[in-house]
């Protein structure tokens, strides 16, 4: 069966290293999402891609990065973490014929120490 | 700006009551509306949806109701069962992408059903 997948599920680090949460889907959809999830903000758009190639910022994009070489990742990285990405982090993808359903992963949670 | 607000952070209904969650959005551009279900440690998963054209759209024991006047939508559960609880965001569809719509979601409503 198609799917999402995130990895890693859980992950500790330290101020100001470098963090790269993987994301893969093998439903074949073009449109692949980022959102952080935080008490009292819902889920927040980091960033998204609409192709290979493709990105664009979302409303919480300072601090992370992303790029699309193929159809099925999209790997976010955290160039220096802050404490204040310490979050759960969800990839979701959409397809176009799908219309503008979002599928979800289940999520990567960082903790920033 | 929070374009889509829930503003009741949790909500506790009980068995085979209707639960009603609520959203309200402002920007009357949206034209498509979706409501997600998160259970722990889970990622969400879609529910439910509705197009601007439609007020109702039901599915089982979920019915989602959309007033565009009043830019307002809800989620009728009937009847309420505990797997129900979890937390329900709403999210609205962003018209100005034409090759894949962004989501903006709210910020989440948790549902409690006691038995």
């Known amino acids: 069966d198609a799917e999402i997948t995130q990895s890693p599920r859980h992950k500790i680090t330290e101020t100001g290293r470098q963090v790269t949460l993987a994301c893969h889907q093998t439903?074949?959809?073009?449109?692949m999402f980022w959102y952080r999830q935080d008490l009292g903000h819902g889920l927040r758009l980091i960033h998204y891609?609409?192709?290979?190639?493709?990105?664009n910022k979302g409303e919480v994009s300072d601090g992370y990065s992303v790029s699309r070489s193929n159809t099925e990742d999209l790997p976010l990285t955290l160039e220096s973490a802050a404490s204040s990405q310490t979050s759960v982090y969800f990839c979701?993808?959409?397809?176009?014929?799908?219309?503008?359903?979002?599928?979800f992963g289940p999520g990567t949670r960082l903790t920033v120490l | 700006d929070q374009q889509v607000k829930q503003n009741s952070p949790s909500l506790s209904v009980q068995e085979g009551r209707i639960s009603i969650l609520n959203c309200d959005y402002t920007n009357s551009m949206f034209d498509y509306f979706l409501w997600y279900k998160k259970y722990p440690a889970e990622g969400p998963t879609f529910l439910i949806s509705?197009?601007?054209?439609?007020d109702k759209n039901e599915d089982g024991r979920f019915t989602v109701f959309l007033n565009k006047s009043a830019k307002h939508l809800s989620l009728h559960i009937v009847p309420s069962q505990p797997g129900d609880s979890a937390v329900y965001f709403c999210?609205?569809?962003?018209?100005?992408?034409?090759?894949?719509?962004?989501?903006?979601f709210g910020e989440g409503t948790q549902l409690t059903v006691n038995p």
């Open positions: 999210a609205a569809s962003d018209p100005k992408e034409t090759s894949g719509s962004r989501l903006t």
């Open positions: 979701a993808s959409s397809d176009w014929a799908g219309g503008d359903t979002q599928y």
């Open positions: 891609s609409y192709g290979v190639h493709d990105t």
């Open positions: 509705i197009s601007s054209i439609k």
């Open positions: 439903w074949n959809h073009n449109n």
